[in-house]
């Protein structure tokens, strides 16, 4: 079973430029996340969609954060501009519902912002 | 209320050695208990879980201890070995809507 692919792996950016990371879940998962982990913390949920609605984006920084996630199954988040403390790893991950207990992670996109 | 405290934040052992890692949280709406296990440049992979119905699981050499009046929980790895050498991170989950909460991770470092 092919798990969560994510791209770029890594990308460097200056400051206020763009970047967008894309998210590929395992087939037939209906929820997806992302999760954003700076060095040394744990991860930090960004936003979650069941199917392609949005159950939770509380902790999303709106003005310069959004994601989107077409048809259901992949997944775009998008940083416009980005500030030096968004450097950190991007993590997407999706379980099969939204009352499943495990999360299946990807390996990450690590964007270091100059 | 959505915190979830973790300790140590970094840890040595001995190869065959006890890992202890703890974890306290303070909202009573959480109801799943996931530990994940993160290695260098991959992402984490769930490592066992509990819920608050019961005070103990066990998998292989992996433990958790779950004290529900205490809101703490611990993980216990038994006979510990190099290759568990990784990042560890409790988590909690609410039950209004599967948000999981991590907490900060302990690295731990097993010595052969």
């Known amino acids: 079973e092919a798990g969560v692919a994510q791209s770029p792996r890594y990308k460097i950016i200056e400051k206020r430029q763009s970047v967008a990371f894309w998210c590929n879940p395992i087939s037939g998962h209906a929820t997806l996340y992302w999760y954003q982990q700076i060095l040394g913390q744990g991860p930090k949920l960004l936003i979650q969609?069941?199917?392609?609605?949005?159950?939770?984006d509380s902790q999303l920084p709106k003005d310069r954060f959004s994601a989107e996630r077409l048809k259901g199954v992949d997944s775009t988040l998008k940083i416009q501009p980005a500030k030096l403390e968004d450097s950190a790893v991007y993590l997407c991950?999706?379980?099969?519902?939204?009352?499943?207990?495990?999360?299946?992670f990807g390996e990450g996109s690590r964007l270091t912002v100059l | 209320q959505q915190q979830v405290k973790q300790s140590p934040q970094s840890l040595i052992v001995q190869k065959g050695g006890i890992s202890i890692i703890n974890c306290a949280y303070e909202?009573?709406?959480?109801?799943?208990f996931p530990w994940y296990q993160q290695f260098p440049g991959k992402g984490p992979a769930l490592l066992i879980a509990i819920r608050p119905d019961v005070s103990e699981k066990k998998e292989g050499r992996f433990t958790i201890s779950f004290n529900k009046s205490a809101k703490q929980f611990s993980l216990h790895i038994m006979d510990s070995q190099p290759g568990d050498s990784a990042t560890y991170f409790c988590a909690a989950r609410n039950n209004a809507g599967n948000m999981l909460t991590f907490g900060g991770g302990t690295r731990l470092m097993v010595k052969p």
């Open positions: 969609f069941q199917n392609n609605g949005v159950v939770d």
């Open positions: 909202n009573t709406a959480f109801d799943y």
């Open positions: 991950a999706s379980s099969l519902t939204v009352n499943t207990g495990e999360l299946f």
